[in-house]
């Protein structure tokens, strides 16, 4: 009712507040989730972006990042999709990090054009991994025999039933080396003036937001709220934009629910997911 009334009023005799949207992009990014989490990606969050970029009063988006990283397509897409947001809405965007932007996370933070983090959060590991594990003696002590069968030389390359080859290795690391490159070129452009010559800033280490800062990895050390009331003053709103709860509480887009024949097979898939997801965080001592 009070919301009526003051618009109600002439605007001359309103104080009017500055709405700030905030979106928050969290967790580990992937393409798809699972029974036990959600993971981060475009289809998850297009349309929290979207409904955010268009509230036409707000001076600027807030985007409160929190992932270890994950897939670089999905982090690559979010990424693109955040710039193509802001210069169509004509929008700052304004990026806070809270424990983690780091990997695919530390590439969706650079949408913002600036980056704000706790003295306390960690930032960087600008660089590609891939893991995995190997069973070729396992089968042989259960005494299980491998059949593959395939039209084309490469198509097993890598398969972890079968003892690793050096030119399988090899491929793979050009691989990483092509993601690497485009991931540097991105940081090189959006933190272009403001990086030093320090020959470690690429070598996929990870920093401290007070690390991060001497290195030009990000703009400032500070926190949401205050930073917003400095910028925008006291007045401002906090509006978080998020998506909308199915009936199930589930959030959507990009959610479905398995048949009951499913269920034991989405649970151990679950697993495996949410012990992954761990050892990503975990690397980052989270």
Not at 170 to 176: D, F, G, T
């Amino acid at each position: 009712m009070a919301g009526f009334f003051r618009r109600m009023l002439p605007k001359r005799f309103r104080k009017e507040r500055v709405v700030i949207p905030v979106v928050r992009l969290g967790g580990v990014i992937a393409s798809g989730g699972g029974p036990l989490r959600q993971s981060l990606n475009l289809a998850g969050v297009s349309q929290v972006l979207e409904k955010a970029f268009e509230m036409k009063a707000a001076p600027a988006v807030a985007l409160v990042v929190n992932s270890p990283g994950g897939s670089p397509v999905q982090s690559r897409m979010i990424y693109n999709r955040i710039r193509d947001l802001a210069q169509e809405k004509q929008k700052k965007v304004l990026v806070f990090v809270e424990d983690v932007a780091a990997s695919g996370g530390y590439m969706i933070a650079l949408a913002g054009d600036e980056i704000i983090a706790d003295a306390t959060s960690i930032v960087g590991s600008i660089g590609v991994v891939s893991g995995g594990f190997g069973f070729p003696e396992l089968l042989k002590k259960l005494g299980v025999e491998r059949r593959v069968y395939t039209a084309g030389e490469n198509k097993v390359i890598l398969d972890p039933f079968q003892p690793e080859k050096e030119k399988d290795i090899e491929y793979l690391k050009s691989l990483q080396l092509e993601i690497h490159k485009v991931f540097i070129d991105m940081v090189r452009e959006r933190r272009a003036g403001k990086l030093t010559d320090d020959d470690t800033v690429f070598s996929g280490l990870f920093w401290t937001g007070g690390r991060g800062l001497e290195l030009g990895l990000i703009d400032g050390l500070g926190d949401m709220r205050q930073e917003l009331r400095k910028r925008f003053g006291d007045k401002i709103k906090l509006e978080l934009v998020s998506t909308p709860r199915s009936l199930f509480g589930r959030r959507a887009p990009g959610v479905s629910l398995a048949g009951m024949d499913g269920i034991g097979a989405g649970l151990a898939s679950g697993l495996a997911q949410a012990a992954e997801e761990k050892a990503l965080w975990g690397r980052y001592g989270l």
